[in-house]
């Protein structure tokens, strides 16, 4: 089946710095777009950047110039590098494809950015 595994979160200061990769499995990795989500206490699960088997890539207003996502097909894993970052990037930060079979997510990892 397909697991998505996020690690890399922890507890930063304002304008440092974190990696967050996924590992995937149970997937044609190099054939889907994957995704990085996050939620914020009290807030809904938002897109933080995408990138599609051809590198193409999305991000949100917020992380723009900021956050960068990039694959490694040959290892199955997504990254979203993460630098400047806010108090306002605190959220717990999900993996996500939406594979041919259905749409998954990892279990997660906290981000918490104090100022």
């Known amino acids: 089946q397909v697991q998505l595994v996020e690690s890399g979160g922890g507890s930063v200061q304002a304008w440092g710095s974190l990696r967050l990769p996924c590992s995937t499995s149970?997937?044609?990795?190099?054939?889907?777009?994957m995704g990085w989500y996050r939620q914020a206490p009290g807030k809904q699960r938002e897109l933080v950047a995408d990138?599609?088997?051809?590198?193409?890539?999305n991000y949100a207003d917020s992380v723009k110039g900021r956050f960068t996502i990039s694959r490694d097909n040959a290892k199955n894993t997504v990254y979203v590098q993460m630098d400047s970052l806010k108090a306002e990037d605190t959220a717990v930060y999900y993996c996500?494809?939406?594979?041919?079979?259905?749409?998954?997510w990892g279990q997660g990892t906290q981000v918490i950015v104090s100022s």
């Open positions: 990138i599609s088997r051809g590198g193409q890539i």
């Open positions: 149970g997937l044609i990795f190099s054939r889907n777009v």
């Open positions: 996500n494809v939406a594979a041919r079979t259905g749409v998954f």
